[in-house]
């Protein structure tokens, strides 16, 4: 038999992958070179990133589908992760003689025990026996623009790290372990995965999506399988904390027992004592036992944790801490605290004293794979490691972090580089600040943030110093932008010249910057600029007027996280913090409940009136149809300087699927049409002259003049070409017209579509089923609609649909009914629509057909979307993004379609 040369596994995430197409092929280069050509295996889907590479820096590749039914059956089922469920969706394992193989998206992690894995019957594999230093693993660091680093796990550093987590454990004998991180980060390797083998004992694994969603799904998880030992970070504890207290609240407490719970890691950022604390507290009549939360210090270099705190909170308490001390190191590591001196050799510095954090013993790696430079700077002459953090060691031998070295901000877990959002606010061009003087960083002072670092924005301003409603208005835009980048809410700090230190190069000393704010040097500078926007939102804020405001502002306060002391009014907008539409779907849900309202509040509501006074008004007026007037144009962004881009809805008529594009388009508004039919009591449209006029005259009146940006998406296109055609015959320019994978032609698509794939089409649309799914029920959605009318077909839809994803839309059954007579009604006006005229340019967006028009890309370019030429004077561009029809903007393709839209819109000058 053939002997198989043993490879080397080497993780990464699809996330990883820039959403830039430039920082994509850097990276694919980088990892060519550092991993010396590796061979990458993933799923077909995944492909498209690798078809970008550099000729001379080319990655080979090798689908799971390629791979013989077996083996693949093995590594993936679909998602590029092998799994199988329990019926509560949880994949659990055993080590017993081995462990499943997995893939992490791109890149391969394959063992069975001995850290091999063979994927064909007829060849056998030499096993040999590794030495300690023999490389088994590397783990990718998480760095940015194709700069990660490589780290080698040699087999004696992780049965050392295994050793030493082991001897801070006091494992039950049966009791699993859980994780919910990929497998492509070291907490889960190190921590979970391969600590569970070394102790015998079963793990479970479950999608991060999950929990992230239902942050108490971790602990009835804990419960129901009697989890012993997991992690999670801070930000994630944070959350909890607020879920537990709302459920509190409401009916009285968990039902569950977590008397199992023996270690609920955390680490990856540091921990405020407070939310720990409080966890303890509203646990406890669960039976957790006391000081189960477990704070930590390690990275990928040390096989994640290595220093461990087993007296949170209890000490930390005492301590009067606001972050939770990381306590004192596993057998096998050592660490200290030094200085460097002008030699560049490290002095150890006292106890209690802040320093360089430095770690040495048999858990620490021995360098980054082909990168000696990286190497050499990482390690003291005397070979100990400089983790780039900053701490002190107190008088009990515990480890305290003040800060990092390092730039890179870490906010609820996501690390951030600061130049990047730097840029993003530079290409905001916000009114009132001065270009090029925006510099990033953060701060963990606990004044500013109880759950994470806070990120502090420091620029000139350009508006004069006493016109306070220019400040403010500036501050709110930084304070977007911003916020959309991190997900989180900035310090916005306005500065002089002066204070803006530059190099001979002309760059912004951010390292000078932050030390000037960390010692107060800028604290006057701050309270002046606290009080100028205190005295102009005193002017505009608002105060509750009726129980209705006050429950909405309660509830956005409490889902944003806005502290009670904050100047956050009625009057504003909830979109200038930052929200998501997931924020705002849990805003409307706590309010229907707590407001008993007798039907949900729908999502548009909140964005057509984006305060909590405006969304009380909504609420009084659900029992008056007569106050509610149709309006086509739903605002998703109000702020930026540039032309407005128009968004035209698909053929079930709602712009639910703009709301994640809008927060990523930053620089100009964005408005949407939503189609008639929807507000109770109200008709939808007749014709297609008629949707034509409505959204026409909706358009002038919101900007009366060109240059217009209109796309479509879907059906939509077909209404923005008209809508083009219009705006031009009357002499304004249209400069950007966009067709999101629709062709001209679309009549006979028109007449196959019949109620009931209206029905599929519309709960595909909205993730309540799969595809194929979608399109296997029609048969049974007609025959009860026919035989038990369309109350019954919906119902069965309902049986059929992701039960949470039915929950989070918030809709009853009598909304898709209506839903999808209007989306029938609209699919009805196109049945004899032909494409007449033209327009001076456009651009497609092309993306995966539908598996009912076309065989693939080629097929739909070439035999449909082609036929553009013939309405369109100019140039025509058919430009592909990442997914198929219906998921081009859903949350993995969305900043990625958006970036492309930007250099489109870009490139038409508007």
């Given at each position: 038999?053939?002997?198989?040369?043993?490879?080397?596994?080497?993780?990464?995430?699809?996330?990883?992958?820039?959403?830039?197409?430039?920082?994509?092929?850097?990276?694919?280069?980088?990892?060519?070179?550092?991993?010396?050509?590796?061979?990458?295996?993933?799923?077909?889907?995944?492909?498209?990133?690798?078809?970008?590479?550099?000729?001379?820096?080319?990655?080979?590749?090798?689908?799971?589908?390629?791979?013989?039914?077996?083996?693949?059956?093995?590594?993936?089922?679909?998602?590029?992760?092998?799994?199988?469920?329990?019926?509560?969706?949880?994949?659990?394992?055993?080590?017993?003689?081995?462990?499943?193989?997995?893939?992490?998206?791109?890149?391969?992690?394959?063992?069975?025990?001995?850290?091999?894995?063979?994927?064909?019957?007829?060849?056998?594999?030499?096993?040999?026996?590794?030495?300690?230093?023999?490389?088994?693993?590397?783990?990718?660091?998480?760095?940015?623009?194709?700069?990660?680093?490589?780290?080698?796990?040699?087999?004696?550093?992780?049965?050392?790290?295994?050793?030493?987590?082991?001897?801070?454990?006091?494992?039950?004998?049966?009791?699993?372990?859980?994780?919910?991180?990929?497998?492509?980060?070291?907490?889960?390797?190190?921590?979970?995965?391969?600590?569970?083998?070394?102790?015998?004992?079963?793990?479970?694994?479950?999608?991060?999506?999950?929990?992230?969603?239902?942050?108490?799904?971790?602990?009835?998880?804990?419960?129901?399988?009697?989890?012993?030992?997991?992690?999670?970070?801070?930000?994630?504890?944070?959350?909890?904390?607020?879920?537990?207290?709302?459920?509190?609240?409401?009916?009285?407490?968990?039902?569950?027992?977590?008397?199992?719970?023996?270690?609920?890691?955390?680490?990856?950022?540091?921990?405020?004592?407070?939310?720990?604390?409080?966890?303890?507290?509203?646990?406890?009549?669960?039976?957790?036992?006391?000081?189960?939360?477990?704070?930590?210090?390690?990275?990928?270099?040390?096989?994640?944790?290595?220093?461990?705190?087993?007296?949170?909170?209890?000490?930390?308490?005492?301590?009067?801490?606001?972050?939770?001390?990381?306590?004192?190191?596993?057998?096998?590591?050592?660490?200290?605290?030094?200085?460097?001196?002008?030699?560049?050799?490290?002095?150890?510095?006292?106890?209690?004293?802040?320093?360089?954090?430095?770690?040495?013993?048999?858990?620490?790696?021995?360098?980054?794979?082909?990168?000696?430079?990286?190497?050499?700077?990482?390690?003291?002459?005397?070979?100990?490691?400089?983790?780039?953090?900053?701490?002190?060691?107190?008088?009990?031998?515990?480890?305290?972090?003040?800060?990092?070295?390092?730039?890179?901000?870490?906010?609820?877990?996501?690390?951030?580089?600061?130049?990047?959002?730097?840029?993003?606010?530079?290409?905001?061009?916000?009114?009132?600040?001065?270009?090029?003087?925006?510099?990033?960083?953060?701060?963990?002072?606990?004044?500013?943030?109880?759950?994470?670092?806070?990120?502090?924005?420091?620029?000139?301003?350009?508006?004069?110093?006493?016109?306070?409603?220019?400040?403010?208005?500036?501050?709110?835009?930084?304070?977007?932008?911003?916020?959309?980048?991190?997900?989180?809410?900035?310090?916005?700090?306005?500065?002089?010249?002066?204070?803006?230190?530059?190099?001979?190069?002309?760059?912004?000393?951010?390292?000078?910057?932050?030390?000037?704010?960390?010692?107060?040097?800028?604290?006057?500078?701050?309270?002046?600029?606290?009080?100028?926007?205190?005295?102009?939102?005193?002017?505009?804020?608002?105060?509750?007027?009726?129980?209705?405001?006050?429950?909405?502002?309660?509830?956005?306060?409490?889902?944003?996280?806005?502290?009670?002391?904050?100047?956050?009014?009625?009057?504003?907008?909830?979109?200038?913090?930052?929200?998501?539409?997931?924020?705002?779907?849990?805003?409307?849900?706590?309010?229907?409940?707590?407001?008993?309202?007798?039907?949900?509040?729908?999502?548009?509501?909140?964005?057509?009136?984006?305060?909590?006074?405006?969304?009380?008004?909504?609420?009084?007026?659900?029992?008056?149809?007569?106050?509610?007037?149709?309006?086509?144009?739903?605002?998703?962004?109000?702020?930026?300087?540039?032309?407005?881009?128009?968004?035209?809805?698909?053929?079930?008529?709602?712009?639910?699927?703009?709301?994640?594009?809008?927060?990523?388009?930053?620089?100009?508004?964005?408005?949407?049409?939503?189609?008639?039919?929807?507000?109770?009591?109200?008709?939808?449209?007749?014709?297609?002259?008629?949707?034509?006029?409505?959204?026409?005259?909706?358009?002038?009146?919101?900007?009366?003049?060109?240059?217009?940006?209109?796309?479509?998406?879907?059906?939509?296109?077909?209404?923005?070409?008209e809508v083009s055609k219009r705006l031009e015959a009357d002499g304004d320019q249209v400069r950007y017209c966009g067709s999101w994978n629709l062709p001209p032609h679309i009549k006979e698509r028109m007449r196959q579509l019949d109620w009931a794939e209206c029905v599929a089409n519309l709960f595909y649309f909205v993730s309540l089923v799969e595809e194929d799914e979608a399109i296997r029920q029609c048969p049974t959605v007609r025959e009860l609609a026919q035989e038990q009318g369309t109350a019954a077909a919906i119902?069965?839809?309902?049986?059929?649909?992701?039960?949470?994803?039915?929950?989070?839309?918030?809709?009853?059954?009598?909304?898709?009914?209506?839903?999808?007579?209007?989306?029938?009604?609209?699919?009805?006006?196109?049945?004899?629509?032909?494409?007449?005229?033209?327009?001076?340019?456009?651009?497609?967006?092309?993306?995966?057909?539908?598996?009912?028009?076309?065989?693939?890309?080629?097929?739909?370019?070439?035999?449909?979307?082609?036929?553009?030429?013939?309405?369109?004077?100019?140039?025509?561009?058919?430009?592909?993004?990442?997914?198929?029809?219906?998921?081009?903007?859903?949350?993995?393709?969305?900043?990625?379609?958006?970036?492309?839209?930007?250099?489109?819109?870009?490139?038409?000058?508007?």
């Amino acid at each position: 038999m053939p002997i198989i040369d043993i490879a080397v596994p080497a993780l990464s995430a699809p996330s990883t992958l820039s959403s830039k197409q430039a920082e994509r092929k850097k990276h694919l280069a980088h990892l060519y070179r550092t991993l010396d050509n590796p061979l990458v295996i993933t799923r077909r889907s995944l492909l498209e990133p690798f078809r970008e590479q550099d000729e001379e820096a080319k990655l080979d590749v090798l689908t799971l589908e390629e791979l013989e039914p077996t083996a693949a059956k093995k590594m993936a089922n679909g998602n590029g992760v092998h799994s199988e469920t329990n019926g509560n969706g949880v994949h659990s394992e055993t080590n017993g003689n081995g462990v499943h193989s997995e893939t992490n998206g791109n890149g391969v992690y394959s063992t069975n025990g001995n850290g091999v894995y063979s994927t064909n019957g007829n060849r056998k594999l030499a096993l040999p026996s590794p030495s300690p230093r023999d490389l088994a693993a590397l783990m990718l660091t998480s760095g940015s623009s194709g700069n990660s680093k490589a780290v080698r796990l040699a087999h004696g550093q992780i049965l050392a790290a295994l050793e030493g987590k082991a001897a801070f454990a006091n494992p039950h004998p049966r009791n699993p372990y859980l994780s919910w991180i990929g497998m492509d980060h070291v907490a889960n390797l190190t921590e979970i995965h391969l600590s569970a083998m070394y102790l015998g004992l079963p793990q479970i694994h479950v999608s991060a999506v999950d929990i992230l969603a239902n942050p108490i799904r971790l602990l009835e998880l804990i419960s129901e399988h009697r989890v012993q030992r997991t992690f999670a970070p801070n930000f994630f504890l944070a959350k909890l904390r607020r879920e537990i207290e709302a459920r509190t609240a409401a009916n009285g407490g968990l039902d569950l027992n977590l008397e199992c719970l023996e270690w609920l890691g955390s680490g990856g950022e540091a921990n405020v004592t407070d939310i720990c604390a409080a966890l303890q507290s509203l646990l406890q009549p669960t039976g957790v036992r006391p000081n189960a939360f477990v704070p930590g210090f390690g990275m990928t270099e040390t096989c994640a944790g290595c220093i461990y705190n087993r007296t949170c909170p209890s000490l930390d308490r005492e301590k009067r801490l606001e972050f939770t001390s990381l306590g004192r190191c596993v057998p096998g590591i050592k660490m200290r605290i030094a200085r460097i001196d002008q030699h560049g050799c490290s002095v150890e510095l006292p106890r209690g004293e802040t320093g360089m954090l430095e770690l040495s013993g048999r858990a620490v790696f021995s360098g980054y794979h082909n990168n000696q430079t990286a190497t050499a700077e990482s390690f003291a002459p005397d070979g100990w490691f400089r983790t780039g953090d900053l701490a002190y060691i107190d008088s009990d031998g515990y480890l305290n972090l003040t800060g990092r070295e390092k730039e890179v901000i870490i906010v609820n877990g996501v690390k951030y580089i600061p130049s990047e959002l730097d840029t993003a606010l530079e290409e905001a061009k916000i009114p009132g600040a001065t270009p090029t003087f925006f510099c990033c960083f953060s701060t963990m002072h606990r004044a500013y943030s109880i759950d994470t670092e806070t990120v502090v924005v420091a620029y000139l301003p350009s508006f004069d110093a006493q016109d306070d409603e220019a400040r403010l208005e500036t501050q709110n835009n930084i304070i977007r932008v911003a916020g959309m980048h991190t997900k989180s809410r900035p310090l916005v700090l306005p500065l002089l010249p002066t204070d803006f230190t530059r190099s001979t190069l002309g760059k912004i000393s951010r390292a000078k910057l932050k030390g000037a704010f960390d010692r107060g040097d800028f604290a006057a500078q701050q309270a002046v600029n606290d009080e100028a926007v205190s005295r102009q939102r005193a002017l505009t804020r608002g105060e509750p007027e009726s129980k209705e405001e006050e429950a909405a502002l309660e509830e956005i306060r409490r889902q944003l996280g806005v502290p009670a002391d904050d100047d956050f009014g009625v009057c504003d907008s909830i979109l200038s913090l930052g929200a998501s539409s997931m924020d705002l779907i849990a805003i409307l849900h706590r309010l229907r409940a707590r407001l008993d309202l007798p039907e949900p509040i729908q999502l548009v509501e909140i964005l057509e009136n984006p305060s909590a006074r405006g969304l009380a008004k909504r609420i009084a007026d659900m029992n008056n149809p007569e106050a509610r007037e149709y309006n086509p144009v739903v605002t998703l962004q109000p702020f930026g300087n540039k032309a407005p881009l128009w968004l035209v809805h698909p053929g079930v008529g709602e712009i639910l699927v703009f709301l994640n594009l809008a927060k990523h388009i930053a620089d100009r508004p964005v408005y949407a049409f939503r189609a008639k039919g929807f507000n109770r009591g109200e008709e939808p449209f007749e014709d297609l002259e008629s949707v034509l006029d409505c959204y026409v005259a909706a358009m002038r009146k919101r900007q009366p003049q060109g240059p217009y940006a209109i796309a479509g998406y879907s059906y939509g296109a077909m209404l923005a070409f008209e809508v083009s055609k219009r705006l031009e015959a009357d002499g304004d320019q249209v400069r950007y017209c966009g067709s999101w994978n629709l062709p001209p032609h679309i009549k006979e698509r028109m007449r196959q579509l019949d109620w009931a794939e209206c029905v599929a089409n519309l709960f595909y649309f909205v993730s309540l089923v799969e595809e194929d799914e979608a399109i296997r029920q029609c048969p049974t959605v007609r025959e009860l609609a026919q035989e038990q009318g369309t109350a019954a077909a919906i119902a069965y839809m309902r049986s059929i649909s992701d039960p949470d994803r039915w929950v989070e839309l918030g809709l009853s059954e009598e909304d898709y009914i209506n839903w999808a007579a209007i989306a029938s009604r609209l699919q009805g006006l196109a049945k004899d629509y032909e494409p007449s005229g033209s327009v001076a340019n456009m651009d497609i967006f092309v993306a995966d057909p539908l598996q009912l028009v076309a065989k693939n890309r080629e097929d739909w370019i070439e035999n449909r979307l082609s036929k553009w030429k013939n309405y369109v004077r100019g140039e025509l561009r058919f430009i592909n993004v990442r997914g198929a029809h219906y998921t081009m903007l859903s949350p993995e393709h969305v900043e990625s379609f958006a970036e492309t839209l930007r250099k489109v819109l870009a490139e038409r000058g508007v």
